[in-house]
């Protein structure tokens, strides 16, 4: 049972460039959302999911795009890379039953010079 | 809006002390409040939660207690272990349909306990 798997781990990006964030899930959770980690700011909610066909903007979604055509995947897009988008990017899943008791994946840190 | 204040890091202490990171919290409603943590490299995992005032969560040694009166959930451990070391993230949740699967987390606070 992998849970959460997120790819890549590492990713260093040129300003401008575009390239997806991969989540997977096999636990069938319906809700999953993806969440940056930055020094001193703890975790913000960028995109999330309530099932397939649905997302909703988070807190920070400027600059990201997200989609879930499965309840397994849900990618997160950059479509122009920007330095302030430097952090660690987190997915997580979570249940119908135990909204609120997230799982995460491992992180995949991103650097935009 | 609702938000959630952790006490600044890092936390250093010796095995076996007693630990307390302070968490406190300002929302609407009753929201239910977690303790994640975050072990060096990995993802984040529910350390423990409460639902409601007065609730106490407990796990492997780690207890906080949901206190409404003062908006605080504060952790805490009787003696730290070297294993303990990791950055610990307080969070809450106000519930209902809107907020599903929706955290507010703390800013996180490492700590780092010696031998």
């Known amino acids: 049972n992998a849970g959460v798997t997120q790819t890549p781990k590492f990713q260093v990006l040129k300003t401008g460039q575009s390239m997806t964030l991969q989540c997977a899930q096999d636990?069938?959770?319906?809700?999953m959302s993806w969440y940056r980690q930055d020094p001193g700011m703890g975790l913000r909610l960028i995109h999330y999911?309530?099932?397939?066909?649905?997302?909703d903007q988070g807190e920070v979604p400027n600059g990201y795009n997200v989609s879930r055509s499965t309840t397994e995947d849900f990618p997160l897009r950059l479509l122009s890379a920007a330095p302030s988008q430097t952090s660690v990017y987190f997915c997580?899943?979570?249940?119908?039953?135990?909204?609120?008791?997230?799982?995460f994946g491992a992180g995949s840190r991103l650097t935009v010079l | 809006g609702n938000s959630v204040t952790q006490m600044e890091g890092p936390v250093t202490l010796s095995e076996e002390a007693f630990l307390t990171i302070n968490c406190t919290y300002t929302?609407?409603?009753?929201?239910?409040l977690f303790w994640y943590v975050q072990y060096p490299g990995e993802g984040l995992q529910l350390l423990l939660k409460?639902?409601?005032?007065?609730d106490k969560g407990s796990n492997k040694g780690f207890e906080a207690t949901y206190r409404k009166e003062t908006t605080s959930f504060h952790l805490e451990k009787g003696s730290v272990q070297v294993s303990d070391s990791a950055v610990y993230f307080c969070?809450?949740?106000?519930?209902?349909?809107?907020?599903?699967?929706?955290?507010?987390f703390g800013q996180g606070t490492t700590l780092q306990v010696k031998p």
């Open positions: 997580a899943s979570s249940s119908q039953g135990h909204t609120n008791v997230l799982t």
């Open positions: 636990m069938n959770h319906e809700y």
């Open positions: 999911s309530v099932g397939a066909g649905i997302t």
């Open positions: 929302a609407t409603g009753y929201p239910s």
């Open positions: 409460a639902t409601k005032a007065d």
């Open positions: 969070a809450l949740s106000n519930g209902g349909a809107g907020n599903t699967g929706k955290l507010i």
